[in-house]
């Protein structure tokens, strides 16, 4: 605010433009340092009130609206909506105006609910906002500013609103002819949000009602209504409170409409979810150990989750039926695993247990390990108190020690502790024996295990020393991904065993693909063995050392297509690719190809590189004679070149693979299609003559000898051997090619000349 304070505005002018953007800058900056509310915003406050705003656009505005909610002074933020708002909507194109209008609506709205004693004008502005909503026709109106309305209308109550507004949306869900298969769910989400309107209202017996029409409307609905699984799934979720005896309907239809064809992988993943929905049911019955065994067998953590919360409701229940020690090594658990925001919800629960415990109850060995790993944790904020966080830690770890001297939690963290300090000779024994237990074999755990070995007795002994298990699949999956990948830069060592290392992240890959699988087909395993993406990345790793190591292309490619049934993605598609190709499986490799073709197109891939297969399909296809279909790989070359930026265009390796493509996809149509291929040449070759690499003037030889023109062939043939460097190997190997070539050309040279035609 320099500019503002170095030459102060005359008395009564009105910031505006730069200066009012430089303005709100530093009022904005002060509002990120505080609180909502009166109490703690005075310096922002005394900034607000010390100049007159006067806002060109609309952001601007909201900018001051914002900010005056921030101070608790909403009336603030009223007054400059009402001063500036409609003549500020008007400037605007007429084809802008509505959907300018329904903002500051909302701004209006936003204003006036933060002053919730005035429930009139909180009422006023929602049916205004309903007025404005349902201006347009019903299908231009729009679904995201009903939803946002609505969840206004839920937070502050307005239950007339929140109704309003579930009709409302359900009328453009059926407005739109894209939906027509779906009316079943849309009037099952309709009779849901109904609902949930009664349920918050205190309504139970009509929010029982509404919750049997979302039933009755997914069980009854019309021949042709596409109804899933997975639409009965997020039934249950609303149902688990809404209407929880509804569930075991919800569980007979999950399983009466799972796809017999669907893979075993993604079935253990819904049935974990489903036994998820029934412990929350049974809960909301008060049947308490119901849901403890149903939540057991749904505690996992799976690709779909946002975030590790059932763990904490899990906690909870095991507190209320006052098995405490359970509870305990599940904060542990989710603590010492920093799975978010369990392990926030852990922490608190384990210091309310240190607030409460009295000298007649102390705390267990278990609750003391979670608090000292807590404060070990950069994300369990306000645990320590005003104590110092390594004394805190230390103290509590003390105690848990004192009271079991080999608990594996607290022997991994004195581990871990040491380790960091870089006491290997300490940290050794102690991780050693914290890793015998399943539960601290955790991936923090086994690395530090295996670098304080390395440390200690050099990497060659360390690798070949007893192989450490991890209880997790997911754990054994990122430990060989480490070991793969990060091991030796941890390390800084030269040279590294890199046949070992592979060979022990591949032990650890297997390991994790019995843990996976056994848990996909018995629902028994560890909190990791659940997750059906780090499992398919898992298959691709391990493919990858079955191929490129073993050579073992036929369990490789097994593997590929296990990962694509669990969570498919275009890497394995990609090494399903390699492996034919390695494999000379011609035929499937063309099938794959193209399917890696559409896959790219239709999900994307980063690293898809079209050039490097585009050019085995066309000589695949050339050698099984399918020469016709070689011309649609040419224009798919084209395809992925254009799609391109300008930067990746210019790129000179992304240039050279995509002008060798090129020149191998001409090679191989030149047979069938001559005059074609020498139509194209005259664009490609001048593009050709820039590279200084012998391989692509060769390239462009044989595709003009295929052609039929033999005396430009040879003349490329010769330019390419004079790009020779001495000593490139690559170079060296493209001479000994070329000087084929030439000797095959020079026969039909010859052979094309009359036998009395010397010269």
């Known amino acids: 605010m320099d500019a503002i304070t170095a030459a102060p505005l005359p008395a009564n002018a009105s910031l505006q433009g730069p200066l009012l953007e430089a303005y709100l800058d530093e009022a904005e900056t002060l509002s990120e340092q505080t609180s909502p509310g009166l109490s703690d915003n005075e310096a922002l406050r005394a900034l607000l009130h010390a100049q007159t705003m006067q806002p060109q656009t609309l952001p601007e505005l909201f900018r001051i609206c914002n900010l005056w909610v921030h101070t608790g002074e909403p009336q603030h933020a009223l007054a400059a909506l009402n001063t500036h708002g409609e003549a500020l909507v008007q400037d605007l194109p007429a084809a802008e105006q509505h959907e300018a209008r329904i903002s500051l609506g909302f701004y209006h709205l936003k204003a006036t609910c933060a002053q919730p004693a005035d429930t009139a004008s909180m009422q006023a502005c929602m049916q205004a906002m309903q007025t404005l909503l349902t201006t347009p026709a019903v299908d231009q109106q729009s679904d995201h500013a009903w939803e946002y309305l609505q969840a206004q209308a839920e937070e502050y109550g307005q239950h007339d609103t929140w109704r309003a507004c579930v009709l409302a949306r359900h009328r453009l869900a059926t407005a739109q002819p894209a939906r027509k298969l779906f009316r079943a769910w849309d009037d099952a989400v309709l009779a849901l949000r109904l609902g949930q309107a009664c349920a918050d209202q205190g309504q139970s017996a009509a929010a029982h009602q509404h919750a049997l029409e979302a039933i009755r409307s997914l069980q009854h609905a019309a021949p042709g209504q596409d109804v899933d699984h997975d639409d009965w799934l997020r039934l249950g979720e609303r149902l688990a409170t809404l209407m929880p005896q509804g569930m075991e309907t919800v569980r007979q239809q999950v399983q009466a409409r799972l796809p017999a064809a669907m893979p075993l992988p993604q079935q253990r993943d819904v049935w974990v979810k489903m036994e998820r929905l029934m412990a929350q049911a049974q809960h909301a019955q008060g049947q308490l150990e119901q849901a403890l065994v149903h939540a057991r067998a749904g505690r996992f953590g799976l690709t779909s989750d946002s975030g590790e919360t059932f763990s904490s409701l899990v906690m909870d229940w095991l507190m209320e039926a006052g098995r405490d020690e359970d509870a305990a090594q599940l904060a542990l658990e989710c603590i010492a695993n920093e799975r978010s925001p369990s392990d926030q919800h852990a922490a608190q629960r384990a210091k309310e247990h240190l607030d409460k415990a009295a000298a007649a109850t102390p705390l267990t060995a278990t609750w003391h390990t979670a608090l000292a790993w807590a404060a070990h944790m950069p994300d369990t904020d306000g645990i320590c108190g005003d104590e110092e966080a390594n004394a805190f830690k230390e103290h509590h770890l003390q105690i848990a020690l004192a009271l079991e001297p080999h608990h594996p939690g607290a022997l991994a963290l004195q581990g871990l502790m040491a380790y960091q300090k870089r006491d290997f000779g300490q940290a050794l024994p102690l991780l050693e024996r914290a890793a015998r237990n399943p539960a601290f074999s955790t991936c923090d755990v086994l690395k530090a295990l295996w670098t304080c070995r390395a ?17 997790s699949g997911g754990w054994c999956y990122n430990m060989g991904v480490w070991i793969d990948m990060q091991w030796q830069d941890e390390m800084e060592m030269e040279p590294w065993p890199e046949t070992a290392a592979t060979d022990l992240a591949a032990r650890y890959y297997e390991l994790g693909q019995l843990h996976f699988e056994a848990f996909f087909a018995t629902g028994e395993g560890t909190f990791r063995d659940a997750d059906v993406h780090a499992y398919s990345m898992l298959c691709n790793n391990l493919a990858i050392y079955r191929r490129y190591t073993q050579q073992q292309y036929d369990k490789a490619i097994e593997l590929h297509r296990k990962g694509l049934d669990a969570s498919p993605f275009a890497e394995h598609w990609d090494g399903l690719m390699k492996c034919q190709i390695d494999a000379e499986r011609k035929a499937d490799f063309i099938a794959t190809a193209d399917t890696l073709w559409h896959y790219a197109q239709d999900y994307g891939y980063g690293r898809h590189n079209p ?28 395809e992925w070149w254009q799609a391109l930026d300008s930067d990746e265009r210019e790129d000179p390796d992304t240039l050279e693979d995509y002008l060798g493509a090129q020149l191998v996809i001409l090679r191989d149509m030149a047979w069938s299609q001559p005059a074609d291929v020498l139509l194209r040449l005259q664009s490609v070759l001048p593009e050709a003559r820039k590279f200084p690499l012998p391989g692509v003037w060769r390239l462009a030889g044989v595709a ?41 050309c020079k026969k039909k040279i010859r052979a094309a000349k009359p036998w009395w035609k010397i010269w």
Do not use: C
Not at 708 to 718: D, K, P, R, S, V
């Open 455 to 471: 440390r200690l007795h050099g990497i060659d002994k360390a690798i070949q020393m007893p192989f450490v298990t991890a209880q």
């Open 611 to 638: 050039a490097w297969y585009f050019k085995r399909v066309t000589t695949a296809l050339y050698e099984l004679d399918r020469d016709k279909e070689i011309s649609i790989w040419l224009q798919r070359l084209q």
């Open 704 to 744: 003009l000898e295929r052609a039929g023109q033999l005396e430009q062939a040879m003349t490329w043939y010769e330019d390419a051997l004079k790009k020779v460097r001495p000593g490139n190997e690559n170079d060296v190997e493209q001479a000994g090619y070329t000087r084929e070539e030439i000797a095959r």
